[in-house]
């Protein structure tokens, strides 16, 4: 019913950058929020940022200042800019976002996470 594809991970030297982008398809009525969510190995999954249908953002401490998260609502996707990368931001990142369905179910959707390597 809805497909996620996200991109744009990599290997990236500190202080480099990455933008990352997940595009989502198929029988999509309405996206509300979209987030992107990290876990680093041995580690919890957490909140990096999110953005509500509205444009109205919000960050984890670790990203203020580094990172921007944005959205196309016409091309139903959310990317997140990372600039000053630090070797503690590697991780899988993930995008979640929350999708209305034209059959009006409403969930959480996960992408199928991409990589983030910090380190020289």
């Known amino acids: 019913q809805v497909q996620l594809v996200e991109s744009g991970g990599g290997l990236v030297q500190p202080g480099g950058s990455l933008r990352l982008s997940c595009a989502a398809s198929g029988s999509i009525f309405s996206i509300y929020a979209m987030a992107w969510y990290r876990q680093a190995p041995g580690k919890q999954r957490e909140l990096v940022a999110a953005?509500?249908?509205?444009?109205?953002?919000n960050y984890a401490d670790s990203a203020k200042g580094r990172f921007t998260i944005s959205r196309d609502n016409g091309k139903n996707t959310v990317y997140l800019l990372m600039n000053s990368l630090k070797p503690e931001d590697t991780a899988v990142y993930y995008c979640n976002p929350t999708i209305q369905l034209t059959t009006g179910s409403v969930s959480d959707y996960w992408g199928q996470g991409t990589q983030v390597t910090v380190s020289s």
């Open positions: 953005i509500t249908s509205s444009g109205n953002t």
